[in-house]
């Protein structure tokens, strides 16, 4: 009986002490007991594998994976229906004064389409090599939008109740061009009530192990097709109206222009500077075999632009430059493909926000530095409703976006994630 006994009081004491133990992980990170570094990389790698490239985008997967979380961890989430049948997602940290302007956080779930050749690991398992993560989004921005969840799951377990409101973004749709995401979000009426006032989006890794960039300004794109208009002619005809000659004077005018900006690369950024690539030509007649006829005039002929207007222009000098050049040329004519329609005013920069982020930077020992974004990316349409935003990727490696073995150090990972922390702290403290 003694013996008994003695086996059934033991049972119950494991019992206990499991039960215990379950509690404890349960209540603590949503059941994870591992160091918080150590989910951080984790959740990165957990992310990653889930593929949002386009044209068909994991977003339900994607979503449910972020609000696991962020239920797990007592966070607010909610989800917002967009007009295009996309969906955003909001992860909320309520702070203790909303009459203050929100702080937003912004990632976009959806990755550019990789391949598994010439990568060091699949670019969708989000293995560690030589100590980096690999993996298509690690910097374009799912490992911007880890950091930017760890930093408030690190506040809020070690008891930092924020003044202001913090808000994580999760957007769809910006990898290719943000209209049925970020646009269609802005006018919302569940965003227009979050009181927004500072805007965190994308910047770019900086390359450079003692600085940081902050993206302050970005180019808006104009894309447009020159068609040209001559007449069907044989090419021993000295005197035929060639479409194509037409066409050619009028891009040689366009190359100069372009070729005149790159020589101020140096002096400026290329993100401050015009310019305009020719991007596609065609013409040509062509034969049953599918060759070009060499001995052919062709009676029209087509060329596409793509045209980056810098902060400091607006797109209507550029369109008046356009229209300049192209009235000599009769026959010639362009059509606008694309453009942004938002087109923010160019302020000084040194707004409280990025004086604050610089700050936050300088604690960790590095530079920051004012950065003019070659591209376009979701910060337009917060810039363009009055919304003081940067864009901010607090890694030091060699920007890779949209590359072959797309990759974060993990140590550059935690560190951004440190930033953040502090970044947020000294923000909405």
């Given at each position: 009986?003694?013996?008994?006994?003695?086996?059934?009081?033991?049972?119950?004491?494991?019992?206990?002490?499991?039960?215990?133990?379950?509690?404890?992980?349960?209540?603590?990170?949503?059941?994870?007991?591992?160091?918080?570094?150590?989910?951080?990389?984790?959740?990165?790698?957990?992310?990653?594998?889930?593929?949002?490239?386009?044209?068909?985008?994991?977003?339900?997967?994607?979503?449910?994976?972020?609000?696991?979380?962020?239920?797990?961890?007592?966070?607010?989430?909610?989800?917002?229906?967009?007009?295009?049948?996309?969906?955003?997602?909001?992860?909320?940290?309520?702070?203790?004064?909303?009459?203050?302007?929100?702080?937003?956080?912004?990632?976009?779930?959806?990755?550019?389409?990789?391949?598994?050749?010439?990568?060091?690991?699949?670019?969708?398992?989000?293995?560690?090599?030589?100590?980096?993560?690999?993996?298509?989004?690690?910097?374009?921005?799912?490992?911007i939008g880890a950091t930017h969840y760890f930093a408030l799951k690190e506040l809020k377990e070690h008891g930092f109740v924020p003044k202001r409101s913090i808000h994580i973004f999760a957007v769809p749709d910006e990898e290719v061009g943000g209209f049925k995401g970020t646009k269609e979000f802005v006018q919302t009426d569940q965003f227009k009530q979050l009181n927004i006032g500072f805007i965190v989006d994308e910047g770019h890794a900086s390359g450079n192990e003692q600085i940081l960039d902050i993206k302050v300004a970005e180019r808006k794109p104009i894309q447009i097709r020159i068609t040209g208009k001559g007449e069907l002619a044989h090419g021993s005809h000295l005197a035929a109206h060639n479409a194509i000659h037409d066409l050619v004077q009028f891009l040689d005018q366009i190359i100069a222009i372009h070729v005149s900006q790159q020589s101020q690369v140096g002096s400026k950024q290329p993100g401050e500077l015009l310019s305009m690539n020719i991007s596609s030509l065609t013409a040509g007649i062509k034969k049953e075999n599918g060759h070009i006829a060499l001995n052919m005039v062709p009676d029209s002929a087509q060329a596409t632009i793509d045209i980056r207007v810098p902060p400091t222009m607006k797109k209507r000098d550029v369109k008046k430059m356009l229209d300049d050049k192209i009235k000599h040329y009769p026959d010639l004519n362009y059509v606008i493909l694309a453009e942004a329609e938002e087109e923010p005013e160019l302020k000084d920069f040194k707004t409280s926000l990025y004086c604050a982020l610089s700050k936050s930077i300088e604690q960790f020992g590095l530079c920051p530095q004012p950065h003019y974004f070659e591209a376009s990316s979701d910060l337009r349409f917060y810039q363009a409703r009055g919304i003081d935003g940067v864009g901010f990727t607090p890694f030091a490696i060699a920007d890779n976006i949209h590359g072959i073995n797309e990759s974060v150090p993990v140590d550059q990972l935690i560190r951004g994630k440190d930033i953040t922390v502090h970044f947020i702290k000294e923000f909405c403290g």
């Open positions: 009986m003694n013996n008994k006994h003695s086996i059934i009081c033991l049972a119950l004491l494991a019992a206990t002490v499991y039960l215990v133990g379950l509690i404890a992980r349960s209540s603590y990170a949503g059941g994870d007991t591992r160091p918080l570094n150590e989910q951080l990389v984790s959740f990165l790698q957990d992310y990653i594998r889930i593929e949002t490239t386009h044209p068909n985008p994991a977003y339900d997967k994607a979503l449910s994976f972020l609000k696991k979380h962020a239920l797990a961890d007592g966070f607010t989430y909610q989800e917002v229906s967009l007009p295009s049948g996309n969906t955003a997602a909001i992860i909320s940290f309520i702070g203790t004064s909303p009459e203050l302007p929100a702080l937003a956080l912004n990632h976009h779930m959806d990755v550019v389409p990789a391949s598994a050749e010439g990568w060091i690991t699949p670019p969708f398992a989000g293995e560690i090599y030589a100590g980096s993560i690999i993996g298509r989004g690690t910097q374009d921005m799912k490992g």
